[in-house]
């Protein structure tokens, strides 16, 4: 498997004091997550039948739309297919200011 790197055009945010607070590192700033879950979710049994929300570019490209507009800033994806292709919809969140939280 290939990994290519893209430009990130969001701004990096960190945990300043180990505590419960994030914040914009280029400023200092609070970061106030407003998240959105974007579903995926396998069964726990370790089946990968599932569906990989950020390989699907036509979804990303109707839903990030939708995100913006409720102002969301970080979205918790919950299953990633390690053998597909996410870079047209994490280059579309990032362009949107859109944060992942990835679990793996």
Do not use: W
Request: hydrophobic share 35%; net charge negative.
């Amino acid at each position: 498997m290939s990994v290519r790197k893209r430009a990130v055009t969001v701004d990096q945010i960190f945990d300043r004091d180990q505590g419960s607070k994030f914040f914009y590192k280029t400023n200092g700033t609070e970061f106030f997550m407003r998240e959105d879950y974007l579903g995926g979710a396998g069964n726990g049994t370790g089946s990968t039948n599932y569906i990989d929300p950020l390989a699907d570019q036509t979804a990303c490209a109707r839903d990030i739309p939708l995100m913006t507009r409720l102002r969301t800033n970080t979205i918790r994806v919950y299953a990633i297919d390690p053998t597909k292709n996410h870079d047209e919809c994490m280059q579309m969140l990032a362009d949107a200011g859109i944060y992942v939280v990835a679990d793996l």
